[in-house]
């Protein structure tokens, strides 16, 4: 079993920055794909960006340029860090894994990960 827990959502302004982190405990694997989803009011929840253990990554269109996937192996703490946001970011922030690697047609695939986070709200005002 593998354990997340998210922290550092909030309130901001349009144009503002916050940084999610998701401290993971329990049966972390030496190789797991890790992803960040998040989920607005009224949608489905969506692929936002993941890092695998060589650290290769992948974003949403939506957040290229923006948002940075970011791992300190040492602490087992996944990290997002959101530039520029948007009032179209407002959502629930959920961190997640799985055992092995990231896949392309996969990442983005919430039934493909076993282990989620309760997530944290992120909410961007205009």
């Known amino acids: 079993q593998v354990q997340l827990v998210e922290s550092g959502g909030g309130s901001v302004q349009a144009g503002g920055s916050l940084r999610l982190s998701c401290a993971a405990s329990?049966?972390?694997?030496?190789?797991?794909?890790m992803g960040w989803f998040r989920q607005g009011t009224g949608k489905e929840r969506e692929g936002v960006a993941s890092?695998?253990?060589?650290?290769?990554?992948t974003y949403a269109d939506s957040v290229k340029g923006r948002f940075t996937i970011s791992q300190d192996s040492a602490e087992n703490t996944l990290s997002l860090q959101m530039n520029s946001l948007k009032p179209e970011d407002t959502a629930m922030y959920y961190c997640?894994?799985?055992?092995?690697?990231?896949?392309?047609?996969?990442?983005?695939?919430?039934?493909?990960?076993?282990?989620w986070g309760q997530g944290t709200q992120v909410t961007v005002s205009s």
């Open positions: 997640a894994a799985e055992p092995g690697g990231c896949y392309s047609d996969s990442w983005d695939n919430p039934s493909w990960y076993n282990y």
């Open positions: 329990g049966d972390t694997w030496s190789t797991m794909c």
């Open positions: 890092l695998d253990s060589d650290g290769r990554t």
